[in-house]
């Protein structure tokens, strides 16, 4: 990560940051964000998919649930959700602030997270923080490019796009000479659903954040250390709000 974005912000991570929410459509960058973004303001990374992930792992009483519930291949109430999420955030490293990957997904969700987290975090003036919502803006060519152009290496893994990092050799990974392939989630088809799914879904929550005047926007067409130099100034921003 470039070192300027770093330094900048190490002044945010001794500070309560509070709730940061990222949204965007598939292929917009939000994994990759947030992960550099929780890295630089020092506070956890959470994917809705991994702490349903953990708790299956784990044995938890709500990862049993939600194991019965996958196995007969039902989508996982909100409320089991909400009890992972609920549990997550009381744990030590989430006192400052955690960056949310994923979740909330729609506005119900979103309902949910304000109440719980309403009084949580506070500034040094002992005033409430609110969360801040980052959306990440990627025009629809480019995240066509990104989403379908993906291939991947089924030997090392290694992740390649033909239209913006392509192997040297047209479908051969750099690494071991193994035929790239094209995984189910990224052939056109299904990008054209999981695309439609996002409008008709994600973008009323867009809309709710946006009526509440917390919602900031960020241009994820920007190379990923412009994208996070932005998001950053974007948090600092919102907290003056």
Known sequence: MDTQTTVAASS??????????LVGAPGSGKGTQAKRIAEVLEIPHL?????????????????????????????VSDELVFGMVA?????PDCVSGCIFDGFPRTVGQAEW????????????KQQPLAPIVIQLTVEYNSLWQRLTGRRSCPTCGRIYNIYLQPPRVAGVCD???????TRRDDREEVIKERLKAYEMQTLPLVDY??????LLEV????????VTAEALKAIEHGHRL
């Open 209 to 214: 954040y946006r009526r509440r005047g917390r």
């Open 175 to 181: 690494v071991d000479g193994a035929a790239l392939e």
């Open 47 to 75: 994917s809705t998919g991994d702490l349903l992930r953990q708790n299956v792992s784990r044995g938890t009483e709500l990862g049993r649930q939600a194991k019965q519930i996958m196995e007969r291949g039902e989508l």
């Open 87 to 91: 549990d997550r955030i009381k744990l």
């Open 113 to 124: 997270l304000d109440r719980h987290l309403n009084g949580r975090f506070v500034d040094d």
């Open 12 to 21: 945010s991570s001794a500070k309560t940051v509070g709730a940061i929410i």
């Open 219 to 226: 241009n994820g067409d920007l190379r990923p250390d412009g």
